[in-house]
């Protein structure tokens, strides 16, 4: 049944998002290669498990895959249409391929983003493009809020956007920058996207609570010093790609059962 | 079955968004009659940025309006700059990037409806070549932590380099050397001096400047090889108590450039306009950019134009040859180019593949409140071509006898009605007041009776 899923919640949230930028951002999105990529993630998704007899939930795994393509939509750029189907598909490819048991560990949004990005040359992320305004924040707060209390997953967001502001605050007093030069830099639409959409997927970070944190705050330290050491606008996307085989080793040190979409549903019914 | 149906149904979306979407070749065209260009603006300083990877020449054309021995000059730059990095370009040349890449007024006149054809322009051309620098360099004394490490001069400009340790020490070695540092100017210092950048300072060696003959200050030049991409206008912003606009010209090889941590958004563009606009061009652009700048609660950078610099369509200027690119500080392009040959002039001319140097112009309007962060910047890919254009279109005013002739007519009314609404959006200018100016101008255009009605329509 529709909205019964918490996916459906995000599928939702993040449609809107994107109206929300083609309807009132006027950036360079374009409907045609929205559309590549939702069904290049879907047909992927569909061929893998099909060849993948052992994936038990491939009918709920069409959702995930309209949820990453949903997530390259809103932060991918490319002139080309192939680019973008390449994204989808390494995206989705990346979670038969790179696994450990039953786990993949790459974010599938994340993996798609970096293949575009080393291995074409005419894709791009244009993380000023949110702009700044208070209430995209809060609305993006809100409603990813509102999914990782759901699905229990908010410590992994409070860790990195704790730690990474944490970081920036030290940096801004250090170099005596006023504090509205902090808040811009903070208040930016891709790095709350990121750090309520991206890094929270359950399905590739660890599994103990402990882990999260702590793999959160690796990710917000090396995104920290990609964005102020090597000047890098996209340091958010390369630090979770470099550091997401760290969740293998995490697991291995914190152990605890692994998220599944149907334990989380039972649970909320009981 | 159900899957399979999921399956051809993405495949299916996948084949019918690529036929329908497919990049469709988009040619403007028209006739160049009147471009907007950085003269508008009291106080517009412009900057030419050609980058390459890590390289960058900056080109730095200020605004100075007062007595050439009062000028100074203070730029935070991410390396310590050689006096083979740094020269003086040629003033002439940002006007011609500016009048390249300025918004631009085009007009058409309406064919005879009686005698239906198309017409259709095109241009392109050629471009460039050039050669790169770069470098860094290490220098000599110290006093109060700053370190001059470089001393040198390049044409009329007496130039040093300093390193300091902490920001109140540079400032006492700046007015000590007679350098008249704005107040507030420690604190602003302080998160470059941090950040671990040089300062690149100039000022006017009167004797040279005399010497030299030129009436105003030429633009400077700097090479530099840094992955910093961004422009430190924080300092400018100290003594200015209104908005200052800023124009960026991004030179790259590869597509668009935009900001990173502000928004960068398209100017309003290929908007029917009323031909009366044509007289008043520099007024209408003016009220636009403000109307636009309100609109996006001026935090947001404006794009007037992205286009490859081989060719433009319809050209608001001559597009730069091999030798003025190379003078705008592009380096990555192969001297022994065929392309080298001087143009003919006028503006028709034959398309000549590739030159791989895309221009983006930036309008940046920019207060303390609204752009706390400087800005940074990244050339993207996206090879998508934009200019700000804005169209007339005249009526055509000759006798018409057929049945088209009359639809065409009496389609006229509804054309003005929405290119005055059209007008009036864009500028917040009065509506009555435009439709009073068209008025004028139709009736001008029209001596036929029907002509007058159709003014006395509009106007009404």
């Not at chain 2, 370190?147 to 009329?156: K, M, S």
């Amino acid at each position: 049944m529709l909205l019964k899923d918490i996916r459906d919640y995000q599928i939702l949230f993040l449609g809107s998002f994107l109206v929300l930028g083609i309807g009132t951002r006027d950036w360079t999105l374009h409907p045609e290669l929205i559309g590549v990529v939702i069904a290049s993630c879907l047909s992927t998704q569909w061929i893998l498990s099909k060849l993948n007899s052992q994936e038990p939930e491939q009918k709920l795994n069409l959702r995930s895959a309209l949820i990453t393509s949903l997530g390259l939509s809103l932060l991918l750029r490319a002139d080309h249409w192939t680019t973008m189907m390449l994204a989808g598909v390494s995206a989705i490819a990346s979670k038969f391929c790179f696994k450990v048991g039953d786990k993949h560990f790459f974010n599938p949004g994340n993996f798609g983003i970096i293949t575009a990005l080393t291995l074409t040359s005419d894709a791009w992320v244009s993380p000023g493009q949110w702009g700044e305004e208070w209430w995209y924040g809060l609305l993006f707060a809100g409603t990813g809020g509102l999914i990782l209390q759901r699905i229990g997953r908010w410590d992994t967001t409070a860790a990195f956007l704790g730690s990474y502001s944490l970081l920036e605050a030290i940096r801004n007093l250090w170099l005596g920058w006023t504090w509205d030069v902090y808040w811009h830099r903070l208040m930016s639409g891709s790095l709350l996207l990121f750090a309520l959409f991206m890094v929270t997927d359950p399905r590739s970070i660890p599994n103990a609570k402990i882990g999260r944190i702590v793999w959160a705050i690796c990710i917000a330290s090396l995104t920290f010093i990609l964005r102020n050491n090597f000047f890098i606008s996209t340091a958010v996307f390369w630090s979770l790609f470099a550091l997401a085989p760290l969740t293998i080793v995490i697991d291995w040190l914190w152990s605890s059962p692994r998220f599944a979409w149907f334990e989380n549903i039972r649970t909320q019914e009981n | 079955m159900k899957r399979l149906r999921i399956v051809i149904s993405s495949l299916l979306i996948t084949v019918l968004a690529v036929l329908c979407f497919a990049p469709t070749a988009w040619a403007f065209c028209g006739f160049y009659v009147a471009k907007a260009d950085s003269k508008l603006y009291n106080q517009a300083s412009q900057v030419i940025m050609a980058r390459d990877g890590d390289r960058t020449v900056l080109t730095m054309a200020n605004d100075f309006k007062g007595e050439v021995k009062d000028f100074a000059m203070v730029v935070p730059v991410p390396t310590v700059i050689k006096k083979e990095q740094v020269r003086v370009a040629p003033p002439k040349i940002v006007e011609r990037l500016d009048a390249f890449s300025a918004p631009r007024l085009v007009e058409y006149f309406d064919s005879d409806p009686c005698t239906e054809y198309d017409r259709v322009l095109n241009e392109a051309l050629p471009a460039p070549a050039a050669r790169a620098r770069a470098g860094a360099a290490r220098g000599s004394a110290s006093e109060l932590g700053v370190t001059v490490e470089a001393r040198f001069n390049v044409g009329e400009y007496d130039i040093v380099i300093l390193s300091a340790k902490e920001s109140g020490g540079l400032e006492t070695w700046l007015n000590r050397n007679g350098y008249k540092i704005p107040r507030g100017a420690k604190q602003l210092l302080q998160p470059y001096v941090r950040s671990g950048m040089k300062f690149f300072v100039a000022k006017v060696n009167l004797d040279k400047f005399e010497e030299s003959g030129y009436q105003f200050l030429r633009p400077l030049q700097i090479s530099y090889q840094s992955r910093k991409f961004m422009l430190p206008i924080r300092l400018g912003m100290i003594n200015a108590n209104a908005a200052q606009d800023l124009i960026v010209y991004v030179l790259s090889p590869k597509g668009q450039a935009e900001i990173t941590n502000y928004r960068t958004v398209k100017v309003p563009s290929d908007a029917n306009i009323p031909v009366f606009v044509k007289n008043e061009f520099s007024d209408f652009y003016k009220s636009m950019f403000q109307t636009s700048y309100l609109k996006e609660d001026r935090k947001v950078a404006f794009l007037e134009y992205a286009w490859d610099m081989s060719s433009c369509d319809p050209c608001s200027a001559e597009p730069l040859n091999p030798e003025e690119l190379k003078q705008a500080g592009v380096f990555w392009l192969d001297n022994n180019s065929s392309n080298d040959e001087p143009f003919p002039s006028g503006f028709r001319r034959p398309p000549i593949v590739s030159s791989s140097v895309f221009i983006t112009r930036l309008h940046i309007r920019y207060t303390r409140d609204r752009f706390p962060e400087d800005p940074i910047f990244q050339a993207t890919s996206n090879q998508e071509s934009f200019q700000g254009r804005y169209i007339l279109q005249h009526p055509f005013t000759g006798e018409l006898k057929c049945q088209a002739g009359r639809e065409y007519k009496r389609s006229l009314p509804k054309r003005f009605e929405q290119e005055a609404q059209t007008l009036a959006k864009l500028t917040n200018w009065n509506i009555q007041d435009i439709r009073r100016k068209m008025k004028l101008t139709v009736g001008d255009l029209n001596s036929s009776w029907w002509g007058n009605f159709f003014s006395w329509l509009v106007g009404m």
